[in-house]
């Protein structure tokens, strides 16, 4: 393993920390506001997160990676098997492990799955209440998720907003840093994400086309950029593909007179114009991997392997 951390020479501490929970409770709305930084998607549909994204903040002596993960829920298909096991591929790799649930609403089955899962794991946990901003008895429902760790001795606890208590996030961040075992560093200290420009440039796309899209087709979709040049002047040009899994698909994408793909496209570059500082010209096209989602070679191939 390189050692990045030859700054000082002062011991550095460093390691990697799970952010799990349930779909859809604010998992990498809290990983990107940990880093200040967006690394990865959110919307408001379930199981936006596919695929365990490592985000990274360093300080002068340590080095926390945070592992984004899907959400834990029960698998329809060869999709949903592989995300629910980038958890516990996460879980079994990390040195400690933060549990987001959703404060608004009581636990549910899903959140029951997950509570099974980190029960009796012996590392570090600490239950986060989120949406603390939106709920009308987050006491009482902390209390319910807590009751579903009974036994478990050396908890940590926080109820916050991921989406709008910047202190707390900080707070919580700096707790877990103290925590860190003694290390190098595993990433440059530049580092913001362990994913390549065009992997997070495609997760934005997706973002975007999950927002736009209704019923089933959010889940058929899958976004990958292909080539990423810069022009003399500054301006990034990216070409992408949104992939859907059959033809009846490609129109219901693209839209009435090419109008849909259009808006996704939009909004996708303002989004990476404004994190990546410079003109985006953004061209995608719209194409059919047969069933993709239930075919492990196809899977592999979109990078979810
Ligand atoms: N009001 C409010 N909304 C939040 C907060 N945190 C997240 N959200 C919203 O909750 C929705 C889901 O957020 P995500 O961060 O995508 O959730 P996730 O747990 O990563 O979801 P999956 O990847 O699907 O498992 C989005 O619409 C967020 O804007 C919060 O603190 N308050
Ligand atoms: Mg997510």
Known sequence: MTDFSSRTDAPTHSGFVAIIGKPNVGKSTLLNAFLGVKVAP??????????GVRGIY????????????????KPKDAMGKYMNQEVNTALADVDAVVWVVDLRHPPTDEDKMVARQIRELPKPLTLVGNKLDV???PDE???LY???????????????????SPAQVQALRDQLITE???????????????QSREQWAAEIIREEAMKKLRDELPYAVATRVNTWTERDDGLQRIEGEIIVEKNAHKGMVIGAGGKQLREIGQAARKQLEVFLNHKVYLGLEVIVINGWREDVEALRELGYE
Do not use: C, W
């Open 42 to 51: 959110t919307s408001p549909r379930p199981q936006t997160t596919r695929k």
């Open 58 to 73: 360093t300080t002068d002596e340590a080095q926390l990676v945070f592992v984004d993960t899907p959400g834990i829920h």
């Open 141 to 143: 429902a902390m209390k």
């Open 135 to 137: 709920a009308k008895y």
């Open 180 to 194: 860190l075992p003694e290390n190098p560093f595993f990433f440059p200290r530049g580092a913001s994400s362990d």
């Open 146 to 164: 807590r009751a579903l760790l009974e036994g478990r001795e050396e908890l940590g606890e926080v109820m916050l907003s991921a989406q709008n």
